[in-house]
């Protein structure tokens, strides 16, 4: 909901690059403007002057005016990655979370921008060194800050990694819970986004949407776990 009263709707599939853009209404409901584009827009905010920050899946950032005209932002260009969720940082910055994907071994992404839109650092992590399991198609993830300043991502997998303030590895848990499928698509299913959130403790809580062993991912049959974690994502009860 906009400062207004109105609503601003940021419609189309992920997916797909044709059929997306943003619509704003009144109080009512009724169409005040709309406006399309062709990537996703994973982050959106409003300014102080009745206008909208949008940052798309190649991190453009994009001014977008209280009558819906744009303009970009910045110059930076991913064109050759994907990124999926972002979110504003305590020093007014954002981090996002994405993807690149190089014949079929998809890394997971890490990138940092300041309040001048402009990108500080970006940090490459490769499963395959690490021994964890991350899908090619892996769209469902979130990325949050922690109190001590680093970053935590988690993906639909119930992959946990953990980072400083700089983008530098700490630590990485996979999450394994007894009598649930493990593996691509297990832990998580397509359209369904985990939540984390850190707790007093420094611990996490966290939601997936998981598969019993003996139900195959065909049949949808999945259950939502509520999962808490110790500062070093072991798991303390689910």
């Not at 005209?69 to 994405?98: A, C, E, M, P």
């Not at 698509?185 to 998981?210: A, K, R």
Request: with cysteine; aromatic share 14%; charged share 15%.
């Amino acid at each position: 909901q906009s400062n207004d009263g109105g609503f601003l709707i940021n419609f189309g599939h992920f997916n797909y690059s044709s059929n997306l853009g943003l619509l704003k209404t009144n109080s009512n409901g009724e169409k005040e403007w709309s406006i399309t584009y062709q990537h996703p827009i994973i982050y959106l905010e409003e300014n102080s002057n009745g206008g909208y920050l949008g940052v798309n899946t190649y991190l453009k950032f994009i001014n977008i005016d209280s009558m819906g005209d744009r303009d970009t932002l910045n110059s930076s260009s991913v064109q050759y990655n994907q990124y999926v969720v972002g979110q504003k940082t305590t020093d007014g910055g954002f981090i996002f979370s994405g993807s690149e994907i190089y014949y079929s071994q998809s890394s997971i992404l890490l990138t940092k921008f300041n309040s001048e839109y402009q990108m500080i650092w970006m940090k490459k992590y490769n499963p395959t060194d690490l021994d964890i399991i991350y899908g090619t198609d892996d769209d469902n993830r979130l990325v949050i800050q922690n109190s001590d300043n680093g970053f935590t991502i988690l993906s639909d997998e119930g992959l946990l990694l953990k980072t400083n303030s700089g983008g530098d590895l700490e630590w990485y848990q996979q999450i394994n819970i007894q009598g649930y499928q493990q593996g691509e698509h297990s832990m998580g299913i397509s359209h369904f986004f985990p939540w984390i959130e850190q707790t007093f403790d420094s611990g996490y809580v966290i939601i997936l949407n998981c598969f019993k062993e003996s139900v195959s991912f065909s049949t949808g049959n999945s259950e939502m776990l509520l999962i808490k974690t110790d500062p070093l994502g072991n798991i303390d009860i689910h």
